[in-house]
């Protein structure tokens, strides 16, 4: 057979995909509430046959579904939580469907339904005897806010896979060869005593001050950390009203660089700078370390082999999606470079959204943003790449990626899923090519040892609304880097 044969098993399931991936975007789900998202992908593998673990790691909505016998173990990971307040109709104005509900903006609907359609492809291959051994996929919840896959990681699911091959929608076709950087989030949350703020001020001990003090610590402490080092933070809680003292206060703190060891020297001393801060304004300070993530490690015999698999893979657009991504496009003020160095920029603006793949716009690069594909890629070797499933220059979290996620971004979804079965198939038959994606990935990470920091499995209620403004992920604004 050839990759052929597994793009044309996508197409015959054109419209089975396409309703699955609409059923979701329909029914957008926050982080750690996807259920129905969830039980929907779960269905759709079990019925391929799959056999399903549901509830990894303690987390409800996360799964993984095996199909295969002995040989190699090949995996590929769909996304599928939704963000607040992002609801957006299928039209190329913005028009909430919900007023504050949430939306699609990320594409995950498509990421979970596109990876489903790789998965079952090579499912097919290894069942007419096309190819040996198993493919998995992962249910990756909570990417938004929670890092699913760190918890995935952290019991065990990806031990026994060989590689994963994923993807992210996006305005352009590309191969991922860059990485990112490696965080740690803390909640700094500071006791004193309250008291009268006018009347008797020397009975109070203001854990306000404990959290400024802090801000002021970290802020002379940028001047001697390395350049790359991003330190972030918001007063999370800064106490009831003016005329008491605060009892309790509390901040929120990011560190963030390309190192993950940088990462973790920096953070301790921010702890240190909050014992200081608690010693100085007499207060207790409690560090509760609420988040910690891995940078992605690339691996380019895998970026090679998606590339390949890209240019043989064809992409179909209908008259209708054409005409829907060109009204959508003519909504954007400001044009999103996808990440594109400035000397790539125009060259990268031009491409058309559903162009020729174009090489790696991240080559060399590490991106201003955080994913929890970090943490996979430091436990098995990680093949990443883009589809396009907006209009050229989308940013990622825009109303414009919610209206393109319903219609016009299938079209990417169903060429992801192909790259996706074409890049498994090819590790699946090709031993030299995973053995070249595992050398490269011992060499990369070297004697560097995988330690994810402890911190407490995320539940729906231990995720604030807060926290979705200090998220993992960059802001994105139409000409950050970040997507
Ligand atoms: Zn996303």
Redesign the pocket.
Known sequence: MTKQDLFDDIEAEHDRLTALSEQLWENPELSLEEHDSAALLEEALREEGFTVESGVAGIDTAFVARYGDEGPVVGTMG?FDALPGMSQAAKAEREPIEEGGPGHG?G?NLFGVGSLAGAIAVKRAIERGDARGSVVYFGTPA?EIGAGKVFMVRAGAFDDVDAVVSW?PDWLNTPGRGSCLAVDSFEMRFEGESSHAAAAPEAGRSALDGVQLLGNGIEYMREHVAESVRIHYVVSDGGQAANIVPEEAAMEVMVRAPDRAAVERVSERVRDAAEGAALMSGTDVDVTQTGGMYGVLPNDALADSIRSTMDAAEFTLTDEQESFAADLKATLDDPSYAGAPPERREEVAEAAMFGDPLDATDEGGVGSYSTDAGDVSWNVPLGRFRAATWPTGTP?HSWQAVAAGKELGTAGMLFAGKVVAGSLYDLLTDEELLAEARAEFEERKGDREYESPSRPTPTPTNLSDRRFAASTRAPVVASDPAT
């Open positions: 996304e990320c995950h990417e992210h990622a």
